[in-house]
């Protein structure tokens, strides 16, 4: 996988979903409801794209017009042949078994953000959704998405139905990036 190694830098990478954009038609650009985190951190950690691509399950979200009733969301990460990233988010909705509802985009790496941030587009040419992995486990089990106006979060894992340990840590390092977790909703898988 080095070849891609030598592209991703210069191309982009994924978005975060959950996954990992996992936000059905996110344009984070959209300044709707409420912040749960007035000092949103910028990402600390380098994303190896390589690592980062393929199925992320979302296991939370703030609420969003976009994804209102969707359960077993997922996002899908692949990389483009241009560089970029596809994402391809998925919703049931209503219900674990509702009709499905997709939302096809492509991303790219905002320059010198380790491959953390990315600039998302559902629509033409315009990159504006902004979609940031805030954090990551070492082994990429699990990554917290969001952007900097705290609107926007996402909890994300590789498995529908972690382990209550995961998910307890999941949700520590979320509220300790200073997130308010009574505002998160459960995804239902």
């Known amino acids: 996988m080095t070849h891609h190694k030598n592209r991703l830098p210069a191309l982009l990478l994924t978005g975060a979903a959950l996954g990992a954009l996992v936000a059905l038609g996110a344009c984070t650009t959209l300044r709707q409801g409420p912040s749960g985190n007035a000092r949103v951190p910028e990402p600390t950690k380098t994303v190896e794209l390589d690592r980062y691509l393929g199925r992320w399950y979302e296991l939370a979200r703030y609420e969003q017009g976009f994804q209102k009733d969707c359960e077993a969301v997922t996002a899908d990460y692949s990389l483009r042949d241009d560089g970029l990233i596809r994402v391809v988010n998925t919703c049931h909705e209503g219900a674990v078994n509702g009709p499905v509802k997709q939302a096809e985009a492509r991303a790219k790496v905002v320059p010198d953000s380790g491959n953390a941030k990315l600039k998302v587009s559902f629509f033409g040419p315009f990159y504006v959704g902004n979609y940031w992995v805030l954090d990551h486990a070492d082994d990429y089990s699990w990554a917290i998405v969001g952007e900097g106006s705290g609107r926007y979060l996402w909890l994300l894992s590789r498995e529908a139905?972690?382990?209550?340990?995961?998910?307890?840590?999941?949700?520590?390092?979320?509220?300790?990036?200073?997130?308010?977790?009574?505002?998160?909703?459960?995804?239902?898988?």
């Open 161 to 189: 139905n972690p382990s209550p340990e995961l998910r307890e840590r999941l949700w520590s390092r979320t509220g300790e990036l200073g997130y308010d977790l009574s505002m998160l909703r459960v995804t239902q898988h």
